[in-house]
C-alpha cells in the first residue's frame, strides 16, 4: 500500500466523527459555538490519524481507516475525562460550553 493512500484514509477516517459532532452542533446552536479552534483541532486530529495509520503500521485499508476513526475518539475521551476530574463543576451542565468544551461535548 501507498503510504499518502494509508495517511489520507487515516486522515480520512479521524474526520469521520466530525459529521456526527456537527450535526450535534447544528442541532443545539445556542449551547455551541463555532469557532477557528474547532477548525484548527479538527484538522490536527485529520494529520494525528494519517499519522497513526502510518505509525502503527495499518496492514489493510479498513485498517488505516479504523485507526482514523478511533483516533479522536480516544483522544476526546481522555480529555473530556481529564477535565471532569480537574473541574468538578463542569458536571453541572453550563448553559453555554466554552471553545474547548464545546469541542469535547459536540461528540
Known amino acids: 500500500m501507498s503510504p499518502l493512500l494509508v495517511f489520507l484514509l487515516g486522515a ?4 469521520a466523527p466530525e459529521i456526527v459532532r456537527l450535526y450535534g452542533i447544528r442541532s443545539d446552536p445556542k449551547k455551541f459555538r ?3 479552534f474547532y477548525l484548527v483541532v479538527s484538522v490536527a486530529f485529520a494529520g ?4 497513526l495509520a502510518l505509525v502503527l503500521p495499518a496492514t489493510t485499508l479498513w485498517g488505516a481507516l479504523y485507526v482514523g476513526v478511533s483516533t ?3 483522544v476526546n475521551s481522555m480529555a473530556r475525562k481529564g477535565r471532569e ?3 468538578p463543576e463542569m458536571r453541572s ?3 453555554r460550553y466554552s471553545l474547548v468544551d464545546s469541542y469535547l461535548y459536540g461528540l
Open 12 to 15: 480520512a477516517g479521524a474526520l
Open 48 to 51: 494525528l490519524g494519517g499519522l
Open 72 to 74: 479522536p475518539v480516544l
Open 85 to 87: 476530574l480537574t473541574r
Open 93 to 95: 451542565q453550563p448553559t
Open 34 to 36: 463555532w469557532s477557528w
